[in-house]
């Protein structure tokens, strides 16, 4: 059977609130996207109701994991099931609604019809573009990029974001078993990556809006691996594209 060419990756942590929306709302669209949510084993059931709405969206798949693993390792698992199968475009979304699922078609179009490699929802390509964050947050995920782009020297605004898609061949030519990063150092690194590469990479601009159900994963430690990370991350780049 050949595989739908869409697979939208949506890692869960106790979203009982947001999921049945975030998949209805996906299937709805006009294109085709086939849905794989990976759950940590979130104890306020969200993977059984993922279950029961698989015998209503046959787009629907589910990868149980058993406890709280990090949303890097989330990402990979879902990656390399996603590359198993054959989809030809891969993406990343939070199922919170903070990413427009309209927007995927967005990212679809810069991959298919604009030559992406990979596509990037932005929050800062077309200024600051965020709703509901209070200041300090926004300002230290601005800044956060900031000081990416200066160690790395990659052009992208929005370093950290993680509403993406990936054409098959990015992922496929990235050693999954050697990235090390779980919380936004994963989205860094995994856009250096296919940057060393040289891979093409557009920014398209998206709104985001902070969750309005369930509580947020943020911390300040995930930020804090981020900015080490990309030091470490650098470094290792001297000696290695891969």
């Known amino acids: 059977m050949e595989a739908v060419s869409n697979i939208v990756i949506i890692p869960t942590y106790k979203e009982r609130e947001n999921i049945e929306a975030i998949i209805k709302a996906v299937s709805c669209l006009s294109i085709a996207f086939d849905i794989l949510i990976i759950d940590d084993n ?29 949303l890097g390792t989330a ?8 590359l198993e199968k054959g989809y030809n475009y891969i993406y990343e979304m939070d199922a919170d609604f ?11 179009r810069a991959c298919s019809e604009d030559g992406a490699d990979l596509a990037i929802g932005s929050r800062y390509i077309s200024g600051v573009n965020v709703v509901n964050w209070p200041l300090s947050r926004v300002l230290m995920s601005y800044f956060a990029s900031i000081y ?21 061949k990015v992922l496929e030519n990235i050693r999954l078993d ?3 990063s779980v919380g936004y150092g994963f989205q860094i690194e995994m856009k250096f990556k296919t940057w060393i590469l040289g891979y093409k990479i557009v920014e398209v601009p998206i709104i985001f809006t902070d969750r309005r159900l369930g509580a947020s994963k943020m ?5 804090n691996e981020a900015l080490w990370g990309v030091l470490r991350m650098k470094i290792k780049s001297m000696f290695s594209k891969n």
């Open 42 to 70: 979130s104890p306020d059931g969200t993977a059984d109701i993922v279950k029961d709405l698989q015998k209503s969206y046959n787009n629907l798949h589910l990868i149980e994991r058993p406890g709280k693993l990090g």
């Open 148 to 168: 990416v782009r200066i160690i790395t020297g990659m052009k992208i605004m929005d370093t950290t974001a993680g509403f993406k898609c990936y054409k098959k």
């Open 219 to 223: 911390s300040g430690g995930i930020f």
């Open 98 to 108: 903070s990413h427009d699922p309209n927007d995927l078609m967005k990212l679809f």
């Open 178 to 180: 050697k990235i090390r």
């Open 75 to 82: 990402y990979l698992a879902g990656f390399k099931w996603a």
